[in-house]
């Protein structure tokens, strides 16, 4: 079964930026479609962005579009999250989730996801 592990976060001014990183077991990971989750003191887990096996489709929550961007690399078995522009409404423990998906799909759900990293806390206050 794959395991997902991420890291990158840490604490930075608003305004600032992250790179996080969420690096897997296998090599069966290129057939997973992947997404990272955030959840804030209190709060339920919310979808943060999302990107199919291929990375033809990456879908994003309206509150991070054009600051933060989803890639892949499957030759590296990771995936990452571009966090620029930081708003202290971004801090939250963030996770990496993948399914096992071969489609065009992207899952915006916490129960479409069945692998879940560890998370990685990202605290933006000045």
């Known amino acids: 079964q794959v395991q997902l592990v991420e890291s990158g976060g840490g604490l930075v001014r608003p305004g600032g930026s992250l790179r996080l990183s969420c690096a897997a077991s296998?090599?069966?990971?290129?057939?997973?479609?992947l997404a990272w989750f955030r959840q804030a003191p209190g709060a339920g887990r919310e979808f943060v962005a999302g990107i199919s096996w291929s990375g033809s489709n990456t879908v994003y929550t309206d509150s991070v579009k054009g600051r933060l961007t989803i890639t892949r690399d499957n030759a590296k078995n990771t995936l990452y999250l571009q966090m620029n522009d930081l708003k202290p409404e971004d801090t939250a423990v963030y996770y990496c989730a993948a399914t096992f998906s071969r489609a065009h799909w992207v899952g915006e759900t916490v129960n479409d996801y069945d692998l879940w990293g560890q998370g990685t806390q990202v605290t933006v206050s000045s």
């Open positions: 296998e090599s069966t990971f290129r057939n997973y479609a």
